[in-house]
């Protein structure tokens, strides 16, 4: 329920929002059980551009319940993760974001009097650059589960109306 709340945010206008609503609590038991016996599979990525701040590829996952599954998966992992960052971790991270890192940039450097620095970053594609055996053989190490062997499918249908 947590999930759902999360996942609803900002989004009450949305169709696949207001689909899911009209038979809430069949469908959050549904992706429940389907989570708990696990055959859950995402629906296929749909990709669009945006334009601002500049021009980007934007993957969404289009099926309502996805969101829900993740705000679950980020409801156990984040705490997990965040843990591990470094102090000076700040994007994605509640309570942290460019604001925070300017403050932290700016502190570390006052201490150097008459010295002048310029920094840019922009890890060009960095998510889509991502190797998924490495990063999923990582996951593995910090989380012990046999289950990833297992490859089901399963199409989940959830009551509309």
């Given at each position: 329920m947590l999930?759902?709340?999360?996942?609803?945010?900002?989004?009450?206008?949305?169709?696949?929002?207001?689909?899911?609503?009209?038979n809430k609590e069949s469908n959050i038991?549904?992706?429940?059980?389907?989570?708990?016996n696990k055959v859950y599979v995402t629906s296929e990525y749909a990709t669009f551009k945006v334009y601002e701040p500049k021009e980007?590829?934007?993957?969404?996952l289009q099926f309502f319940p996805d969101r829900i599954t993740h705000h679950a998966i980020m409801n156990v992992l984040e705490p997990i993760f965040t843990k591990l960052f470094t102090t000076d971790t700040y994007s994605s991270i509640k309570g942290k974001g460019i604001h925070s890192a300017a403050k932290a940039v700016k502190k570390a450097l006052a201490d150097v009097p008459g010295t002048?620095?310029?920094l840019k970053l922009d890890i060009?594609?960095?998510?889509?650059s991502i190797n998924h055996h490495i990063l999923k053989n990582q996951l593995r190490r910090k989380f012990k589960d046999n289950d990833h062997k297992q490859q089901r499918r399963f199409t989940c249908y959830f009551i509309r109306d």
């Open positions: 999930a759902d709340t999360r996942a609803q945010k900002g989004k009450s206008k949305q169709k696949g929002v207001i689909i899911h609503n009209r038991l549904k992706l429940h059980d389907i989570l708990k980007r590829i934007v993957s969404k002048t620095y310029c060009t594609k960095f998510y889509p």
